[in-house]
């Protein structure tokens, strides 16, 4: 109980516990280097409208069985998904270059083009999903690159020396909202 003969002496403990936290800084976000994947079927309003509605939406589930079985393949989260679009991230670069070529490749039988965009770096984590500039750089190189194309920005390449895997330099891109220029590669090894 507190009495009026206790009260000064509690004050005197909490006064600087209180003062201590008020003066700490707010702690670091949560942060992790991954890369980031977004994909998007080519021309899919028009595809949608020749197909109807029914049929449109079967071939949506195909696309999209198709690209979680290859983000399970390849150890990719699934962060999100758009209509036709999806958003994952990876721990490795190399392995986020192959899962984007093998989406691309598994969509040739059942007549669907994907264009696949990549970037690396430091994303903070919000909710379990990944946030910051650089998804938004991985946005932006996605929608960059060309049917059947899996592009990539120069972080990526240079993180996958050694691997084996090809480029073919695209080019600086001014990338929407983005300041700089940027360099950006399409995959070539099969």
Do not use: N
């Not at 039988?109 to 750089?137: F, N, P, S, Y």
């Amino acid at each position: 109980m507190i009495t009026a003969a206790t009260a000064p002496q509690l004050l005197a403990q909490a006064v600087p516990f209180l003062q201590a936290a008020a003066s700490q800084e707010a702690p670091e976000p949560e942060k992790v280097l991954a890369t980031v994947l977004f994909s998007d079927i080519v021309g899919s309003t028009a595809r949608a409208a020749e197909l109807g509605d029914a049929r449109w939406r079967e071939l949506l589930a195909a696309h999209h069985g198709r690209v979680r079985a290859q983000l399970a393949r390849f150890r990719g989260v699934e962060l999100d998904t758009a209509g036709d679009g999806f958003f994952a991230r990876f721990d490795g670069p190399a392995r986020a270059i192959r899962c984007a070529q093998a989406i691309r490749d598994t969509m040739r039988d059942i007549g669907v083009q994907v264009r696949l965009g990549l970037h690396a770096g430091e994303c903070e984590v919000l909710d379990g999903k990944v946030a910051g500039i650089a998804v938004a750089i991985g946005a932006r190189v996605s929608a960059r690159a060309a049917a059947g194309e899996v592009l990539v920005s120069q972080t990526v390449k240079d993180l996958v020396a050694g691997s084996g895997i090809r480029f073919e330099d695209r080019g600086l891109a001014e990338l929407k909202g983005v300041p700089g220029q940027w360099r950006l590669y399409a995959v070539t090894s099969p």
